[in-house]
């Protein structure tokens, strides 16, 4: 089994590259296009803003390479966000595995961005497998994607929106599972064990 | 719902926890990540280092520390005390700090706020502020620990800092540190209304009840302390159930 993370300037690489020692998985952090399609598993992280995410994703024709991926890849935050068609974010083109646009969090009542551990409800799919309905998760994000049919996870923050999505062998959560505790760390797992 | 958190806040000097704890279950209190683990395992919602070294050595033992604390903990922590570049907050981001906090050296180049934010986003960036009510009922700006006065008003400050691209406040009543006689309602309050980025109380919680008035009265979105959890005056299972029958919403 081998399990890669994509390289590029996301800031969370790191400690996604922790999380998944914590559960006895050895990752490779990479931006080699082979070694990404060789992987069993591929996780594709991110904090920052779309737009220059994408671009640097784009000078290594990264999203090239993931777009064209057949093994499970998991998304995480911006990742998920840029799996997306497009995000408000600086006006991005994204990835487009989703069709689902990137919104931003519009609230004159609610704090932007959300900051802190927020519930999922309406759970679904083997990612979220042994997770209780409303576990808590660490969310930072002033961009969100809308509820639509490839939910396998929901959140309430100005309105219920999808913080988790499944379409074929793409995964993105918008929570930071890799700071989420031990909730984080069993979506992880299941991750590494999803065939 | 998104919860309130619950945010111990170690300080550290070469290394290792200042003040003194009466963990007798730890087999090494003095030494950060044990302690910051076994509050992540009591479920804190975030941890905060603030490193008062102030040596020549500093920027290397933690960078190593806080590369020790994100191999072991699984929750968001925040690392402060002498950032003053974007130089050091990178080397603290890379070795896998979730945020920064800055303090004195944001106030005299508050730039840096903006460039931090640029480089590593909002979310990066806790602007903290150490605050006192004078004799004139206004609250002012005190820096380098609390020693040297400002003529500037929190409130001004912050929403410089915030305008700037500071992603939350922590702040601290100067009035209020040490007593253990609540935290400061109404300055957590104005900022917490005004501001669109969350406030961390910070000063003044010596029990339980303290915790449900600053979320109740003081609007704020998260507390801080630091004694009170170290001497297990308030143990943090106890508080958050505590909290929860206040309904008031935390993670269980």
């Not at chain 1, 070694?35 to 992280?45: G, N, R």
């Not at chain 2, 490193?51 to 604390?69: C, G, N, P, Y």
């Not at chain 2, 896998?96 to 508050?110: E, L, R, Y």
Request: charged residues 25%; negative net charge.
């Amino acid at each position: 089994m081998k399990t890669v993370i994509i390289k590029y300037n996301a800031g969370n690489i790191q400690s996604v590259l922790y999380a998944l020692e914590r559960i006895g998985v050895h990752a490779v952090v990479t931006a080699d296009h082979e070694e990404i399609m060789a992987a069993d598993k591929v996780i594709f992280p991110g904090v920052g803003e779309a737009n220059s995410a994408m671009n640097s994703l784009k000078e290594n024709n990264l999203d090239q390479i993931i777009r064209s991926l057949k093994q499970p890849v998991l998304g995480i935050c911006v990742g998920m966000q840029l799996l997306c068609k497009y995000s408000e974010e600086n006006d991005t083109d994204c990835i487009g595995i989703f069709e689902e646009p990137v919104k931003k969090f519009e609230s004159d009542v609610f704090k932007i961005p959300q900051i802190g551990w927020n519930t999922l409800h309406d759970l679904k799919s083997p990612l979220m497998s042994g997770l209780a309905e409303d576990s808590y998760c660490y969310f930072v994000h002033s961009y969100y994607v809308p509820m639509n049919k490839h939910a396998i996870a929901t959140t309430d923050y100005v309105q219920p929106y999808a913080s988790a999505i499944h379409k074929d062998n793409f995964y993105g959560v918008q929570f930071h599972a890799e700071k989420s505790a031990a909730v984080g760390e069993q979506i992880l797992k299941n991750f590494i064990e999803i065939i | 719902m998104l919860t309130k958190r619950i945010i111990p806040c170690l300080d550290i000097k070469d290394g290792r926890t200042v003040k003194g704890t009466n963990f007798v279950d730890l087999r090494d209190a003095g030494d950060p990540v044990e302690l910051g683990a076994f509050y992540a395992q009591q479920g804190a919602d975030e941890l905060v280092f603030l490193d008062i070294t102030a040596t020549v050595e500093k920027r290397k033992t933690l960078s190593e520390l806080v590369k020790r604390i994100a191999r072991q903990i699984n929750i968001p922590f925040t690392v402060g005390g002498g950032v003053s570049s974007i130089e050091d907050a990178s080397v603290l981001l890379h070795n896998g700090a979730d945020k920064v906090s800055i303090n004195t050296a944001a106030f005299k180049n508050p730039q840096l706020i903006k460039e931090l934010a640029n480089e590593f986003g909002s979310q990066f960036v806790v602007l903290a502020i150490d605050t006192k009510q004078e004799s004139d009922g206004e609250w002012y700006v005190y820096l380098n620990g609390g020693r040297t006065k400002t003529e500037t008003k929190c409130f001004d400050w912050a929403k410089q800092a915030v305008d700037l691209g500071a992603g939350e406040i922590l702040l601290t009543s100067m009035n209020h540190d040490g007593t253990k006689q609540g935290f400061a309602i109404d300055i957590t309050k104005r900022l917490s209304e005004s501001l669109a980025v969350p406030v961390i109380a910070s000063g003044g919680g010596g029990t339980m009840e303290h915790f449900a008035t600053i979320f109740k009265e003081g609007k704020a979105d998260a507390a801080l302390a630091a004694s009170i959890f170290h001497f297990k005056e308030v143990a943090i299972p106890d508080l958050k159930r505590y909290l929860h029958e206040q309904q008031i919403e935390v993670r269980i």
